[in-house]
């Protein structure tokens, strides 16, 4: 379980393997989300890395690549709700055939913050002649 | 007659660009001991072993090392000696040569993403 407050990063130390030419152009994406049928990515909660250092390679080789992800949206209006049921995804893609997935353990991911600041809600009025 | 051998010790192929260890061992086969200067060079070049000088003792071997990136095709390592004779001249003496061919690679594949994630 990992807790997350707005002003961390978390860092992916990411591993996969690679055979045949070398390659430019490949991606690491990781987000924090919520896994479903699909994945529920929250807005802005990602990082990217361009992959440069692909090279030759005549057996499968390991390579390591860190992407990180900034935290600076909980709570607020339109930020992400505080809550211990995410999860990380991670997703190499930018390659020669399909992208290839990760899922982290199910709700291993705690992000705490305040709650939203003001919230409004069943606005009603009532009239009568004055 | 030449005064040395060589034994050009390299893998018989590699990828583009791959790097390549070449080590020339020389073996002095004459009956004392004499300057050897080695030379090796990828097809007509670069020379990746440079006139480099040793000493090797009657009977004895010594190794050369030297590196270059495979090119795009195959090539031809060739090793060359000369002996440091008495009127202090070079004289050429062995030369040696082994083909290495371009590792035609298949393309790009991956497999095996995991991670591993901490609060930093």
Redesign the interface.
């Given at each position: 379980m990992v807790i997350l407050n707005n002003g961390n990063t978390l860092r992916c130390l990411c591993r996969f393997e690679h055979i045949g030419a070398a390659y430019v152009g490949a991606k690491l994406y990781a987000a924090i989300g919520k896994k479903g049928i699909t994945f529920d990515e929250i807005s802005g909660m990602n990082g990217t890395t361009i992959i440069t250092n692909i090279q030759n390679d005549s057996d499968w080789q390991p390579y390591q690549v860190t992407v990180d992800i900034p935290i600076d949206n909980i709570g607020g209006v339109f930020g992400a709700k505080p809550g211990s049921d995410y999860e990380v995804m991670v997703k190499l893609m930018s390659i020669p055939g399909s992208d290839i997935y990760w899922y982290g353990p199910l709700n291993d991911i705690t992000l705490e913050g305040e709650a939203a600041e003001a919230e409004f809600k069943d606005l009603t009025v009532s009239y009568a002649k004055a | 007659m030449a005064f040395t051998e060589i034994t050009i010790i390299a893998p018989s192929s590699a990828?583009?660009?791959?790097s390549v260890q070449v080590e020339l061992k020389v073996k002095n086969t004459w009956s004392s001991g004499f300057y050897v200067y080695a030379v090796g060079i990828l097809d007509t070049s670069p020379r990746f072993i440079d006139w480099e000088r040793a000493w090797i003792g009657a009977g004895e071997t010594r190794s050369f090392y030297g590196q270059f990136q495979m090119p795009a095709y195959d090539a031809a390592i060739n090793a060359y000696t000369y002996y440091e004779a008495s009127d202090g001249l070079l004289y050429g003496d062995a030369e040696e040569s082994k083909g290495i061919s371009i590792?035609t690679?298949?393309?790009?594949?991956?497999?095996?993403?995991?991670?591993?994630?901490?609060?930093?």
């Amino acid at each position: 379980m990992v807790i997350l407050n707005n002003g961390n990063t978390l860092r992916c130390l990411c591993r996969f393997e690679h055979i045949g030419a070398a390659y430019v152009g490949a991606k690491l994406y990781a987000a924090i989300g919520k896994k479903g049928i699909t994945f529920d990515e929250i807005s802005g909660m990602n990082g990217t890395t361009i992959i440069t250092n692909i090279q030759n390679d005549s057996d499968w080789q390991p390579y390591q690549v860190t992407v990180d992800i900034p935290i600076d949206n909980i709570g607020g209006v339109f930020g992400a709700k505080p809550g211990s049921d995410y999860e990380v995804m991670v997703k190499l893609m930018s390659i020669p055939g399909s992208d290839i997935y990760w899922y982290g353990p199910l709700n291993d991911i705690t992000l705490e913050g305040e709650a939203a600041e003001a919230e409004f809600k069943d606005l009603t009025v009532s009239y009568a002649k004055a | 007659m030449a005064f040395t051998e060589i034994t050009i010790i390299a893998p018989s192929s590699a990828a583009w660009n791959e790097s390549v260890q070449v080590e020339l061992k020389v073996k002095n086969t004459w009956s004392s001991g004499f300057y050897v200067y080695a030379v090796g060079i990828l097809d007509t070049s670069p020379r990746f072993i440079d006139w480099e000088r040793a000493w090797i003792g009657a009977g004895e071997t010594r190794s050369f090392y030297g590196q270059f990136q495979m090119p795009a095709y195959d090539a031809a390592i060739n090793a060359y000696t000369y002996y440091e004779a008495s009127d202090g001249l070079l004289y050429g003496d062995a030369e040696e040569s082994k083909g290495i061919s371009i590792e035609t690679l298949g393309p790009a594949e991956f497999r095996n993403l995991t991670c591993s994630y901490s609060r930093a």
